[in-house]
């Protein structure tokens, strides 16, 4: 008897440390007791030491992992192996100027005339008053869609559903119209330039690998509703979503117009004017889309799309969920990426769930 007394009191203090340290394990966000534990693709987010190559480390890692105040430094807030990998902000404004000067194929000054009609104060973003009775684009030489990127860019934007929680289907073509706006923005000097600056910041060893990952980062398909496969950061960001009756993403200029143009964008008022007297340039603005409103949006005008393109994926990939800072034709802007954290491709790597840039 005292023999199975004595078994049944080791028994349930085992069950007891069971059960606490089974704790440590439930929260899928936290590090804690889960250190080196094996990588697993299900994880939300991962606490081995490779977790910092794959940019997927929870966010208390270092807190509960042991590393040092060496080894945090060594690593940097940029979570690349040594210091030299590190994106500095001065170097974000240096190559930033770089992407801006090799945008050969945007607008010139007489190929966009736009009229910004109503600024609207800070508390009538939330109105949906229509206070300008003109289009936005008075005048858009279309000449410019001609070019091989934003004839490429345009084929690719009647391919989704805006409605959230509506799975998309993506056929072979649509498949090749993505390869070709890939294969056409890899073309120019600009997207060229940006490779080379990742290139040599130790993020991508060739440039078939940076290829295939602008297109797992851009175009791989998650989830924004329940469970069906309905968003992507290209869809999101460039030709925008219908999500809770409200616009979302939606921050290209190209796509504006041209549902302008069809009457299914009403231009309502600006609430940022940048200060750039050539393209591309940016504006802060409200509108509606098929009756759907969008109370604060942003996009740059008169940009071409390997010029958005390349500037959201440098601040994706150097400060993904922070504001990055930039500097194009000598005037501070900043870009605010975020990461989509419930799903991840390849090795942890994070889609873009968003990118646009900031107005005031």
């Known amino acids: 008897m005292l023999q199975s007394t004595g078994m049944m009191k080791a ?43 794959r940019n997927s480390c929870c966010w208390d890692y270092l807190e509960h992992c042991g590393a040092g105040e060496e080894e945090v430094h060594r690593r940097g807030e940029e979570h690349f192996s040594s210091s030299h990998d590190a994106i500095s902000d001065e170097e974000l404004l240096h190559v930033s100027e770089q992407l801006y000067g090799a945008d050969h194929n945007k607008a010139q000054p007489n190929d966009i005339a736009i009229n910004p009609q109503h600024r609207a104060a800070p ?8 206070r300008s009775p003109e289009p936005l684009y008075a005048y858009v030489n279309e000449k410019l869609f001609s070019k091989p990127t934003y004839a490429s860019f345009i084929r690719l934007l009647d391919n989704y559903q805006r409605a959230t929680g509506r799975e998309e289907e993506v056929t072979a073509e649509e498949l090749q119209e993505q390869n070709v706006f890939l294969q056409e923005v890899m073309k120019t000097e600009l997207m060229k330039k940006l490779f080379a600056f990742l290139h040599k910041k130790n993020r991508y060893g060739s440039e078939e690998e940076f290829l295939q990952d602008l297109k797992e980062m851009w175009f791989g398909l998650y989830s924004r509703g329940d469970g069906e496969k309905d968003s992507s950061g290209f869809e999101h960001v460039f030709s925008g979503e219908i999500k ?12 504006f117009y041209l549902l302008e143009k069809q009457g299914l964008v009403n231009y309502f008022s600006h609430n940022f004017d940048g200060p750039w007297d050539t393209y591309p340039d940016v504006l802060g603005l409200q509108f509606s889309w098929d009756g759907f409103y969008k109370e604060v949006g942003s996009a740059f005008i008169g940009c071409s799309p390997e010029f958005e393109f390349g500037i959201y994926t440098l601040c994706f990939i150097a400060r993904p969920g922070r504001a990055c800072h930039l500097s194009l034709g000598g005037h501070g802007v900043s870009i605010q990426t975020y990461t989509w954290t419930k799903s991840t491709y390849g090795y942890g790597k994070k889609y873009i769930a968003t990118a646009y840039v900031i107005s005031p």
């Not at 028994?11 to 697993?40: H, K, N, Q, W």
């Not at 508390?123 to 229509?130: A, F, S, V």
């Not at 809770?244 to 796509?255: D, L, P, Q, Y």
């Open 11 to 53: 028994f349930i203090l085992f069950l007891g440390v069971g059960m606490a340290l089974g704790s440590l394990y439930t929260d899928p966000d936290s590090c804690r007791g889960r250190c080196e534990e094996p990588y697993s693709h299900e994880d939300e987010c991962h606490c081995d030491s490779d977790c910092w190559s």
């Open 123 to 130: 508390d009538q973003t939330g109105l949906q008053e229509d």
């Open 244 to 255: 809770k009756g409200k616009v979302s993403g939606f921050h290209n200029w190209i796509r």
